[in-house]
């Protein structure tokens, strides 16, 4: 994620040796635009030798969801939410991969602080959403 007037560059490479048959790599480098002006080049590359691999490369980069705001909006979630919600719907699927529960907890709390101040929201409507908690959000 990047904001303002931010430029984030991705070159990420991949290479299969010949002697590596069997091989299997992924690569994903997914971009969330929070600014109108913000920038990501991104260029997933694989370089593949060897004739018996399972490879896969890919790369998104965009913006909010318009039509995602506006379903949240229309039932009530004021825009300042709606956005910390998909922001955190973006970020969740990092975090969900964390398998210590401890350590998920230890990690949540700052990028929840981070990504609310990236979008003005509110630190504790994101701790509302999260599957083990429940609440209302209210909007100021």
């Known amino acids: 994620m990047i904001q303002g007037r931010a430029r984030a560059v991705f070159n990420g490479k991949v290479i299969i040796h010949p002697q590596a048959q069997q091989s299997a790599a992924k690569q994903l480098n997914k971009n969330l635009l929070l600014g109108e002006k913000a920038e990501v080049d991104t260029k997933p590359e694989l370089q593949i030798y060897a004739d018996d691999v399972k490879c896969s490369h890919g790369a998104t980069v ?36 964390i398998d210590n529960p401890d350590m998920r907890e230890f990690v949540l709390l700052p990028v929840l602080a981070h990504l609310n101040h990236l979008v003005g929201g509110d630190v504790k409507s994101l701790q509302e959403i999260m599957p083990a908690k429940k609440g209302t959000i209210s909007c100021q």
Request: aromatic share 14%; charged share 25%; proline share 0%.
């Open 62 to 97: 965009g913006q909010l969801d318009e039509l995602a705001l506006f379903y949240l909006q229309s039932r009530g979630i004021c825009k300042k939410e709606a956005e910390s919600w998909l922001v955190f719907g973006f970020v969740s699927e990092v975090l969900n991969r």
